[in-house]
Structure formats: C-alpha cells, structure tokens
C-alpha cells in the first residue's frame, strides 16, 4: 500500500513535470555584467551570456522575442535576441539607465534617468527617444497601467507618485507617498497602484481613479527589526488574490491578501531579496537576491520556497519568457 | 504662477519639450515660503602632513545647496518653494553679532557650520530660542549630553558613535586587545575618551596606552620613531590611534614594531559619509554632488544635505513651514530620512543627535557599516552605537 503511494506519487511527478510548460527565467547579474538563464523546472542554470557593462533593468517584448536590458554603466538599453542572446539593437536611455517599461503593445518603452530626474519615452520601432518628462528627484520604480492609460514614476528623493498621461506625456496628478518610494505595479485590471516605501517599511494601494491612497499596510517581521524591513519589487496575480513583496535586508517576501490587505505569510528567501516575477501560468514565483547571488523559487499553491538556484553575482532583475 | 516661476518655466521649456506648467494644475495654489540660512565662518588651512588633499574651503556649503535643490523638486510639485541663504562670517568677525543682525527673526532654520563653543554661545542667545540650529560640524558627546540644547539638533555621528562603530568592528574581527595612541590635542583626547568607552561597553581590552609627543628632536625620524614607539612587551591586536588633527596618524601604519593593522582616526576610519560608499543608492548623490561641486562630498556637506532635506521632509509632511510643527514632526516616530546608508534616518528624541548608519572605511575600499550584524537592539539597531536613551545626560528643559 505504501509502495503503491509512493509508487504513484512518482508517476504524478513525472507527468507534472512533463506537463509544465518550459519556461526560461531571465536573470541580470549587476556584477558579472552578464545575464544568467535559468531552467526553473529543472532548477538549472542552464548558462551565463555576456551583455555588457552592470546590467540591471529587464523586459521582454510581448511576442517574447526580444528582452530589453538596461545595461547601466554602457548607458544604453540594449535589445537582444531572447534565442540567439545576440546583440540586435539599441536604445537611447539617456545616461545611467536602471529601470524601464514597456507599454502592453511594446511600442514604446519609458526610462528613468535617475541623476537627471527625467524620465525618458523612447519609440522602441524606430528607437528613438522622442519626449523627456521632467519628474522628482531620483525617479526609480516605473510601470505603464494594463490598460494604457497611465504611466506611473515615483521619484525616491521626492517622495512622490507622478501619474503621466500617455498619450500626452504629461503630468497629471501627484501622490505624496511614505518616504524612498522603489517600486510600483497595478493590479490587471488597472483598478489600484501598489506602491512599496524602502524607509518606512509600508505597502501603499493607491485608488487609480482619485490617485489616493486608500491603505497603507505596515510590514512586519516578528524577530527582525524595523529598519531591516525595506519594501522594493512587488507584484500582483491576475485575480488579485494575492499580492508578494521582497522585503529587501529582511530577506523575505511577504504574502499579502489583496482583497483585505492582510499580511497573510512570511517567505524566508535569499540575502537583499530586491526583484519578483511570476511564471506564465502564475503557479510560481521568481525572486532575484542581490547579495546571496542566488533567485528563489516559490510556489504559489503551497505557498513555500521550494529551492533556490545560485546563479552569479548580484543577480538584479528578472524576466520570465514562456 | 509666480513670476520666478514663470521665469523658471520659460528656461525650463527651452530645454524640454514639455512645459512644466504641466503639472501646474494639480497644485495651483500660491507658494509657500520657507526661508533656510547656512552660517560658517571663514577659515585658515590648518598644517597637513601631505598635499594629497587640498585645503577644502566650501565643506558644508555645497551639500546645503544640494540639498535646496532636492527640497525645491518636491516644492514644485507641493508648492513649496525652499530658500537658502548664506552668511559666511570673516575671519575676524563676530558671529554672535552676524546672528543677530542678519539671521535673528528672519530664519526659523540656521544650518550652523561651527566649534562646538560658538554653537553653544549661538543657542544660549535670546534670538535663537525661537530657532532650530543644525549642527553639521561637531562630533563632541558632550554637546549631546550635559551641555546639550533644545533647540540644537546634530548631524554628523558623535565621538561615541564613531567609537563604538569601530568597537564593534573590531570585536567581529577578534581583535580584543587594543593599542591606544593618542595625540597631544583636545580632540585626540576626546576621541580617545569615546574610544575607551567603547572598549568597556564592548569588553574589550586597552593593553596599552601611549601619548605621541611632538618634539623638535633631531634624532627622532618616523621610520625609527614609531617602531620603537610601538615596542611593548604587552602583546595587542591593532593599534587604535585618536588624532583628529591628522598631525602623526598616517605615520603609524607599516611603522609598527609587530605588523598591526591602524584602525581609528587613521588606516580604518569611522565616518558619516565616504568617497568609496556606493551602496543603497549612494552612486547617484556622489555622482550629483560631484557635478555640482567639482569634487567629492565631505562629511560637512553631507551633513547639511542632510539638515536641508530633514526640513524639506518635514514641511512637505506637514504642509507647513512653522517651526514648532517642523520640529515636533522630525522628532516623532514616522519621520524618516532618506541618507543613502541603508537604513532610515531619524532624530533621537533625548537629545538630538541624527540615529544613523556609521561607515567603516580604509582609504580606497568601504570595509563595513556599522552596525555591524549580530549587535542587536530592542528598538533599533542603530541606538548600539553612541549614547542610547538610559546612558544620556541630556535634560532638554522643553
């Protein structure tokens, strides 16, 4: 009887895996000047290709065959083949360029200049930048609404949200958020901005129709200190059901209810767990850990960090192709 | 809008292609005023054992003009708008009388670039009880003990914070028995006075105590000098050396009678701000600040860039510029400011002194940052380092 369970235990493992679409999880490492790519299933690090100089902010275009990576120190964003890893292009960022998105049709890409507090919109096809947006000072975290209708900047030393029209490429609104705002991310249906606060430690849900704050959620970990807690990526799932924060120097994520705004979890994770993506199906979560060199991998059913890969040294950004 | 603003808009839109008028309507309303002066008194270059670093006149100033620069980011989009005035008194002027003329009933905030003696005769006068003094130069605990001021808040990390960084270090590292060096000057004795304080605190061990006597004796070279200086029977682990001044410090290291490492004032220094720090976000203000200023930023201009924001954070918070309301809110629980060190900056409540982050760093490499992991704390981990609420002596009349 025992035998028979683990017998077909075996055999629903394989077939699980033989099931799971194979993805590729793309990783930027800041110190290799490379970008590292990840088998998840296999939990492998299938190979490390070089892309240039202090690589960190990457995107992959919606038909997935281009990934767009900010390498920082060469001042460029550069377009590589997400088969070949060839070089094909490259944009002009503007100097030192860190974070980036893509709009949902992938023709334009938006850029933080963040020493010259300026955000850039570059027309990806013709690789043109064609408008600078004056924002605060040090702009970091930036992401474009599902719906296209927002642009959103939240400049760190300035402590602000700018809402940016799209189609005007001008500021329309300003949210006062808790100090050295990082990252920022709407829910699919464009409805709420999740913005993270690295100094106050908090999680803000800004309401996308009256650009207010409509909760401030206080991350905590019993036995870590408040000043370790250090909000930066975050994301939402589809349904928003469930919200996930890394918590930075506290080296954890936290598994937030996006319904009640409860912290439900907890995840133990790698050291300066700094940026998060999902897999195409949204069954696991992807988490890039600055100073332990390694991504995890959680899964999303049973809420548990199921391995973590070592993968080079200060492994930033993450992209997921399916 | 203001007419500066328009002016602003205009140079502005020759640059970009979009207006700043933009964002105009989101916060049409007037400006709000909220004047800052940075007060220092000119300066002699002091002796120095090396041309390496050239004599810096403006430490300080530039990071206050940094700072109003961020402050006046923000104001665009709040509608504030931060001014910054500066008084640099002359070499044989008399700041009281400067303060009185220029600053008193004008400036609710003074970013004072001073000794330690002439803030304390700026906070005893009557035109600054209704003024909050940022002190961006001095380090001395006394000042945030019994001499401290209610209306004086510190910047940079005190002698005890500094001390304690290294302590803390060192007792990571092991090494537990210490070789104290200290220099013929007050602040050598001062620094020297906070770094035994740190060894009691943290268990360590002086095994030897020396004072370096300047003297005009031929026979005495550095090569020979510091090695038979360093010739001890006791057995120790580094050399701790205090001299602030920079009078033998740099001499010390390689010199020594066993090979020690230098750790203190020289070799291994405990400071708020340094050229190689480039984490959490320090690459951009290094990159800003030396754009605008031409060279490196100091632990003075960190300091009042510090200062300079602290209040451009608490009258965007606050949407106000009154003084008391700016300084109840930078003394309360959710300010937090922004200091490129990893950990959010705030005020102590008891007396004053900015809780902060202490850099460890060796001429070309940052070493560590204190605090160090594994010194723990039930509040914070940054009150390890210097005076913690229960030691202070400090009784704010307030």
């Known amino acids: 009887m025992i035998m028979n369970k683990i017998g077909l235990t075996l055999i629903l493992g394989l077939v699980c895996v033989g099931a799971v679409h194979a993805e590729t999880v793309f990783v930027t490492l800041e110190k290799d000047n490379a970008l590292a790519v990840v088998d998840p299933v296999a939990g492998k690090l299938i190979k490390t290709v070089p892309v240039g100089q202090r690589p960190r902010g990457i995107a992959i275009s919606p038909d997935n065959k281009f990934l767009y990576i900010a390498t920082s120190d060469d001042n460029t964003i550069k377009i590589i083949d997400a088969v070949t890893f060839k070089e094909v292009g490259k944009l002009p960022s503007g100097d030192d360029p860190e974070t980036f998105a893509l709009n949902p049709a992938g023709d334009r890409l938006y850029v933080s200049n963040e020493d010259d507090s300026l955000v850039t919109v570059i027309d990806v096809a013709k690789k043109k930048a064609v408008k600078q947006i004056k924002v605060g000072v040090e702009p970091e975290g930036i992401t474009v609404s599902p719906d296209n209708r927002w642009l959103i900047s939240a400049a760190e030393t300035t402590n602000m949200v700018h809402w940016i029209d799209t189609k005007t490429n001008a500021i329309v609104a300003n949210t006062l958020v808790d100090p050295r705002p990082r990252a920022v991310s709407f829910t699919a249906d464009s409805r709420q901005l999740w913005v993270t606060s690295e100094m106050a430690g908090t999680l803000m849900i800004l309401d996308a129709s009256t650009q207010q704050i409509i909760k401030t959620v206080k991350l905590e970990v019993s036995g870590v200190t408040a000043d370790k807690i250090q909000p930066v990526g975050v994301v939402i799932d589809k349904e928003r059901r469930r919200g996930y924060v890394a918590l930075g120097p506290a080296n954890r994520v936290a598994v937030i209810n996006a319904q009640t705004f409860e912290v439900e979890k907890v995840l133990l994770v790698g050291q300066r767990v700094w940026n998060l993506a999902f897999s195409p199906d949204q069954k696991r979560l992807y988490t890039t850990n600055g100073t332990s060199n390694d991504i995890s991998i959680i899964d999303l059913d049973s809420q548990s960090v199921t391995k973590s890969i070592g993968v080079g040294t200060y492994p930033w950004g993450v992209a997921v192709k399916p | ?398």
Request: negative net charge; charged residues 20%.
């Open chain 2, 1 to 398: 809008m203001p007419s500066i603003n328009l002016a602003l808009s205009i140079i502005i839109n020759l640059i970009l292609i979009m207006p700043l008028a933009g964002a105009a309507p989101v916060y049409a309303k007037a400006k709000q005023a909220i004047n800052i002066a940075y007060l220092t008194q000119e300066q002699t270059a002091p002796p120095q054992l090396s041309n390496l670093d050239p004599f810096i006149k403006n430490k300080g100033l530039i990071g206050a003009e940094l700072g109003i620069a961020d402050d006046n980011t923000t104001g665009e989009f709040t509608g504030q708008q931060f001014n910054l005035k500066t008084v640099i008194v002359p070499l044989d002027g008399n700041i009281v009388d400067t303060f009185n003329q220029e600053l008193a009933n004008k400036f609710q905030y003074v970013v004072v670039n001073l000794t330690a003696d002439q803030l304390n005769q700026l906070a005893d006068l009557p035109a600054a009880k209704s003024v909050l003094l940022f002190d961006v130069a001095t380090l001395d605990d006394a000042l945030r003990n019994e001499q401290c001021r209610s209306n004086v808040l510190h910047l940079l990390p005190s002698r005890a914070m500094r001390a304690d960084a290294l302590a803390q270090y060192m007792m990571k590292k092991r090494w537990t028995k210490w070789f104290l060096v200290i220099g013929a000057t007050q602040e050598g004795r001062l620094f020297a006075d906070a770094i035994k304080r740190a060894a009691k605190r943290f268990g360590m061990k002086i095994v030897v105590e020396k004072l370096w006597e300047h003297t005009y004796d031929a026979r005495r070279t550095t090569q020979s000098d510091v090695a038979v200086f360093t010739q001890t029977d006791d057995d120790y682990d580094v050399l701790v050396v205090a001299d602030e001044q920079g009078e033998f410090g740099e001499y010390l290291d390689y010199r020594t009678w066993n090979p020690r490492p230098v750790i203190g004032t020289q070799g291994l220094i405990a400071t708020a701000w340094h050229k190689t720090h480039e984490q959490w976000g320090a690459v951009q203000i290094q990159n800003r600040f030396k754009e605008k200023a031409g060279r490196w930023m100091e632990e003075q201009d960190y300091a009042a860039y510090l200062a300079v924001r602290a209040v451009g954070e608490a009258a965007t918070r606050t949407g106000s510029g009154d003084m008391s309301r700016v300084k109840d809110y930078m003394l309360g629980a959710t300010f937090a400011l922004n200091g490129y060190t990893g950990a959010p900056l705030s005020f102590r409540s008891w007396d004053g002194q900015l809780r902060q982050p202490v850099l460890l760093a060796a001429p070309r490499s940052l070493v560590a940052v204190a605090p160090i992991e594994g010194f723990l704390h039930p509040k914070t981990e940054l009150d390890t380092l210097g005076y913690d609420q229960p030691e202070s002596q400090c009784q704010w009349a307030k």
